[in-house]
């Protein structure tokens, strides 16, 4: 229970730290982008690689601030993250065909997926 509290407070944390940078970002005009969404998930990715590797590099790091940050911050921050980090660790136990399939249907099934609901609200 007490690495669930963990996770909810760096959710927490990460939802906000979401909604703030999407906030600043929203002046920016050039070529149309979403560039609060492009900032969240490389910026997210850029950390949670980060955080990943301290976690290898240094084995004493507490379990519960480890998952407050990955688990909690970074998976409320961005959940591209956390897709990005399953693919690698995929890629990296050698299992290169399944990463490229994981990807594959994420990004297709999730695009389908995301369609076939729109569609049944909005026809």
């Known amino acids: 229970m007490k690495n669930v509290l963990f996770i909810m407070l760096g959710g927490a944390v990460g939802s906000a730290l979401r909604y703030l940078t999407s906030l600043a970002c929203q002046s920016i005009r050039w070529l ?19 955080l990943i590797g301290l976690g290898e590099r240094y084995t004493t790091f507490p379990k519960e601030i480890y998952l407050m940050l990955t688990v909690g911050l970074c998976g409320s921050f961005t959940t591209f993250s956390t897709f990005a980090s399953d693919f690698f ?28 609901g729109r569609y049944i609200v909005v026809r």
């Not at 149309?32 to 980060?50: E, R, S, Y």
């Not at 660790?89 to 299992?95: D, T």
């Not at 490229?100 to 997926?113: A, D």
């Open 32 to 50: 149309n982008m979403p560039w609060g969404t492009l900032a969240v998930n490389v910026i997210g990715c850029f950390l949670l690689g980060l």
């Open 89 to 116: 660790r995929m890629n990296n136990a050698g299992q290169i065909g399944l990463a490229v399939v994981y990807l594959t249907v994420s990004i297709v099934v999730g695009f389908l997926l995301f369609g076939l």
